[in-house]
């Protein structure tokens, strides 16, 4: 969404001057493409910001599921929907750790008949909203879902984040009727 408004920003920004160079000539677009060049080498550190909040958010979902309770037999499997963006700051945050003694793998799936080795499930704001629901319903039990678009809650998912800074709701009767408990821990620090 961030990457969109600045994008938008940028391209806003360029026709303008554009308009300008047409109406007052080529001196005023060497001031104009200075300009430019200035917005876009300076507006793009929000880019890194992005970068910071993805391993902000792939140091919460470690989190999240070290403080869930499951039987997990071999290996944790965190998984993310369709973001492969995402999936190299869940790797950093999780490289060489371990939960209750079990290696801890990333995997991005695409098709939902992928999760039935998942232990934790993300779906990023670019999951379509009219099949999120859909999407929800189709998993099993025993998977921790984690969402960050505005009606995750409300359309089933168990830990939705609220902003940029990794804070969280977690929805208690998500999480039951899916056989899982969390830490009181972890319930605490939810907004």
Known sequence: MQKRFIINNVILRFNMHLSIFFSHGIKRITKSFFFLTLIVACGYPSYAGTDKQYQTKAKRLYS?????????????????????????????????????????????????????????????????KSQLESLLKSVKKGVLTVGETPSFLSSGGMIMFIDLKGNFSIKQKNIRKSGLTISSQLAKLAK
Do not use: E, P
Not at 100 to 106: A, D, L, M
């Open 64 to 128: 999240f599921a070290k403080y869930t309770h499951w039987t997990v037999r071999k290996q944790v499997v965190l998984c993310v929907y369709q973001t492969n963006v995402f999936q190299g700051a869940l790797k950093k945050a999780i490289k060489g750790k371990r939960i209750k003694k079990k290696k801890v793998k990333v995997m991005t799936i695409t098709d939902m008949r992928q999760h039935q080795q998942c232990q934790l499930l993300f779906f990023s704001q670019k999951t379509n």
